[in-house]
């Protein structure tokens, strides 16, 4: 269970907190002995040494733990300024650009038509709705879930050889998230340094993202809108799109932290032969126990509002046993163990409140104890039973994220002989344009594995990117998000080819670029990171690239669906390309006409030009292949058919004669069509044009 790190502002809201946290100190103090229980040494380990199981106590070593990594998911790093870039080449002046009216002053020069783009490695997985890579080694999963009738994200950290060895396989280490479990990231990634921790181990780290307050179980009844089914999902559902589709195999381990350390142990328990290790950091190891069902229902009532009862039924529910891991401990044999709690007490991440050995950390202080308790309750059935566990009893600490990122680096050893892999990566040393780069770039962070062949050349891992060579391109990075676009298309092996340029900084200030073989990616905060290829890449450089009219791309380049054709979006338009009418951009106002009016798949057809102009009153237009769309200020944007009325308003000087710009689409009337202009309109009766 993660305490809130919500910082609240009035004083009262945190007496409020700090009451109910006493509450809760209070309430852990004062558990009965019906589970085995005692208030007796809490503050230090109790040494056993007639049983199998190991217990050791250990404080976590500040220094040992290494600086927390920013997410992945917010930034893009750019290789340093002694890296050679090549920026792109801008054939206009930047713009000030907005969705209200297109901005080209002038008619687009004609663009270079290639062929159209190769076709990208597919994205799509069985079983996953969405697939969204974040970098070349983190990779984030729709993947649908039967049981709970709506896709569930999955984030996966690869294994340290993914791209090195692309046959290979790799046991998985699930990792549970705690109570306030986010929707959108995993705490393990947000609060600790797991990504980069794990960067050179060889397993793929799966994080499952959300389940806030569900002990990662099935649920009786939906609660406050959600009906977790999350055990059939892990152990069900997920297994074979990790198996067929990720590269993973079935040895499996699992760690989880508080709530999710309960889980660990329980899903362990209830799925005999399933995970190979189980680990729990801070969990709740005895739910059963006199007490424990009101402790849950404080707690997941303050973690998002659920009721317990929705959960498990009432505490007399023969559910509640089967969920408790101390009443399930003998299915535990044969599975590697690791517990771990602190005290409660101030510890060296822990902010001392004044009073001696409470921290400001109230809650995190009584959860922590009920850990303690419950932990020492289970490792004592384990003693009886005979199972062999490493239970580490820190002599202080609260329920917080520093211990629990220490705890992962202490239980690695042994969740690698689990899973058996290797505890210690293997060297990698760098040489030759490869290493002059790495060491020119420092925040790579040091390499994961030696180098390797790709298609066309060469390439090593490192922490937090890539660096690939050939005798043409010579030695370049690629890193963060688009590392991530870059591998999900294809990497060396796909239509984009071996990079030609390290990542630079665009331009305009705001994003980021690498040039491929055979195309380029760009990114920005706001709009991630998307390739551009062929004919349209050919055409959006020839406007300017990302300071022309269109700004940056938004989404990939798809197939149109009903013509043989494709698209691409950006900030301010699209640019579509077919076999007959070649790549062509709509932007702005136009675009939004054209959107209403069906796009490709409307009369209109394809673009046969892009946006041009300026015109009469500073319009614009477009040409379709059977009619175009004019723009203006004064009169908005209206399509005009080819055919009698395109003609007679061709005979008066279009915009520039006496009618002016179209007010309206063409519409029927009795016996023909008309169509209105600012001056005047136009009316077809048996093919004859007639100007009013």
Request: charged share 15%; hydrophobic share 35%.
């Amino acid at each position: 269970m993660r305490p809130s790190s919500r910082k609240l502002g009035l004083r009262s809201h945190r007496s409020d907190r700090r009451g109910r946290a006493l509450a809760l100190v209070a309430a852990a103090l004062v558990l009965p002995a019906a589970a085995g229980l005692t208030t007796v040494g809490v503050a230090a380990a109790q040494p056993t040494t007639t049983t199998p199981t190991a217990t050791t106590t250990t404080s976590p070593a500040p220094e040992t733990i290494a600086p927390v990594q920013k997410s992945a998911t917010t930034t893009t790093k750019s290789a340093a300024p002694t890296t050679t870039t090549v920026a792109p080449t801008t054939t206009t002046a930047p713009t000030t650009t907005t969705t209200v009216a297109p901005t080209t002053t002038v008619a687009a020069p004609a663009p270079v038509i290639s062929a159209r783009s190769e076709a990208a490695p597919s994205r799509t997985i069985p079983g996953v709705s969405k697939v969204e890579w974040i970098t070349d080694r983190r990779v984030a999963l729709w993947v649908d879930s039967a049981a709970m009738g709506a896709p569930f994200q999955v984030q996966i950290l690869l294994a340290r050889d993914w791209n090195a060895k692309p046959d290979a396989t790799f046991p998985a280490l699930y990792m549970l998230d705690g109570l306030r479990a986010r929707d959108d990231e995993s705490g393990w990634t947000i609060e600790t340094d797991a990504v980069n921790f794990y960067a050179d181990k060889n397993v793929n780290v799966i994080l499952p993202v959300g389940g806030q307050s569900s002990f990662y179980s099935d649920w009786l009844e939906p609660d406050n809108g959600k009906f977790y089914q999350l055990e059939t999902f892990l152990t069900k559902e997920l297994p074979p799109v990790l198996q067929k589709s990720m590269r993973t195999t079935d040895t499996r381990g699992v760690i989880g932290l508080s709530m999710g350390g309960t889980s660990a142990m329980f899903l362990a328990a209830r799925n005999p032969g399933f995970f190979k290790f189980a680990g729990s950091f801070s969990g709740y190891l005895s739910t059963t126990s006199l007490g424990m069902p009101q402790a849950l229902q404080f707690a997941m009532q303050d973690a998002g509002g659920y009721n317990v009862s929705k959960m498990w039924g009432a505490p007399t529910n023969p559910l509640w046993k089967e969920h408790d891991p101390y009443i399930q401990a003998e299915n535990l044999k044969g599975t590697s163990l690791y517990i771990s709690s602190g005290s409660g007490m101030t510890g060296p991440y822990d902010q001392p409140s004044g009073i001696p050995g409470v921290s400001t950390n109230y809650a995190g202080m009584g959860l922590e104890i009920l850990s303690r308790l419950t932990s020492q309750s289970f490792a004592t059935k384990l003693n009886q039973l005979g199972i062999p566990a490493q239970v580490n009893y820190r002599p202080s600490g609260t329920h917080s994220w520093p211990y629990w990122q220490f705890e992962m680096h202490q239980a690695w050893p042994q969740v690698a002989n689990a899973l058996g892999v290797a505890a210690s990566a293997p060297a990698c040393g760098l040489g030759g344009d490869i290493g002059a780069l790495a060491n020119a770039n420092p925040w790579l962070g040091g390499c994961v594995t030696g180098e390797y062949g790709v298609a066309g050349g060469l390439a090593q891992d490192f922490r937090n990117g890539r660096i690939f060579w050939s005798g043409g391109t010579g030695a370049q990075v690629v890193t963060g998000m688009i590392g991530g676009e870059y591998q999900a298309m294809g990497g060396p092996a796909g239509p984009l080819g071996l990079p030609t340029t390290s990542e630079f900084g665009t331009p305009d200030g705001r994003g980021r670029a690498n040039h491929f073989q055979g195309g380029s990616i760009y990114w920005t905060p706001q709009t991630g990171a998307h390739s551009v290829r062929g004919a349209i890449r050919d055409l959006w450089a020839s406007q300017g690239w990302e300071t022309g009219p269109l700004g940056y791309p938004v989404g990939d380049e798809t197939d149109t669906p009903d013509k043989d054709g494709a698209v691409q979006g950006f900030e301010i338009g699209a640019i579509y390309w077919s076999p007959t009418t070649g790549a062509n951009g709509v932007q702005g106002l136009i675009m939004q006409k054209y959107g209403q009016m069906g796009y490709e798949n409307s009369w209109l057809g394809f673009p046969k030009s892009s946006e041009q102009g300026p015109l009469r009153d500073g319009g614009r237009f477009n040409v379709f292949e059977n009619g175009n769309i004019y723009w203006s200020v004064l009169s908005g944007a209206w399509s005009v058919k080819n055919g009698p009325i395109f003609d007679a308003w061709g005979s008066q000087g279009w915009e520039g004669g006496r009618l002016g710009y179209p007010v309206g689409d063409e519409f029927p009337i009795a016996g023909g069509v008309q169509q209105n202009f600012q001056f005047g309109n136009i009316t077809v009766n048996n093919g004859n044009a007639e100007i009013h």
